[in-house]
């Protein structure tokens, strides 16, 4: 008698840790990015393509890359530097960083270098930590390294976020979109 009930108690014990699991609890949520009203707010995960699974069933195969192939910050940085070479691009770790670059049409022997760290996955001024660092070198010889060209770095960080709210709004504008009117009651559904 005993052993039942201690066997029902662990039986309870844990269909209630996959419910709490299943719901998401441990998530962090920002108010601000959620309507007050309830029809925007499922307006809003209609045309964002949420819905309702159980048990965290999203159906993914194959391996997770969710921050390279998702994060549309990653993807602008990428788009807005492919013009130089990549000494290492680590989306694991959130870390693009480029070889020296120097334009041939230059006449001065001066060369650029950029390190892009990510933050945040948000797309926001503060996820982006870009760094340019100079180099002037007198024929190859005696090469000055200086760090910091808040120019490039404020003219960077603009093209990407231009870029990344771009591809947000693009993969929100492809979702297809619902009306309230198509969700029916449960008491309308038979």
């Known amino acids: ?3 039942e009930i201690i066997l029902l108690k662990i039986i309870l014990l844990l269909s209630i840790l996959v419910n709490l699991n299943s719901c998401g609890f441990y998530r962090p949520v920002s108010a601000k ?3 007050p009203e309830p029809e925007k707010r499922v307006q809003k995960n209609l045309q964002e393509g949420r819905g309702f699974t159980l048990m965290g069933n999203n159906n993914k195969k194959g391996g997770e890359f969710d921050f390279a192939t998702s994060n549309e910050m990653w993807r602008a940085s990428l788009d807005i530097l492919n013009f130089m070479p990549l000494t290492s691009a680590d989306y694991g770790g959130g870390l693009i960083i480029t070889d020296w670059y120097n334009d041939s049409q230059n006449e001065v022997n001066d060369s650029i ?3 892009v760290r990510f933050l945040s ?3 926001r001024a503060d996820a982006l930590e870009i760094t340019v660092f100079s180099k002037e070198c007198n024929a190859n010889i005696n090469c000055k390294v200086s760090q910091s060209n ?3 770095e404020n003219e960077l960080k603009v093209a990407i976020l231009k870029r990344a ?3 947000r709004k693009d993969i929100i504008s492809s979702n297809k979109k619902r009306d309230l009117d198509s969700i029916k009651a449960p008491q309308d559904r038979q």
């Open 121 to 123: 996955n948000e797309i």
């Open 33 to 35: 990015d959620f309507p």
């Open 1 to 3: 008698m005993k052993t």
């Open 113 to 115: 270098k950029i390190s």
């Open 165 to 167: 709210a771009k591809y």
């Open 150 to 152: 808040p120019t490039i």
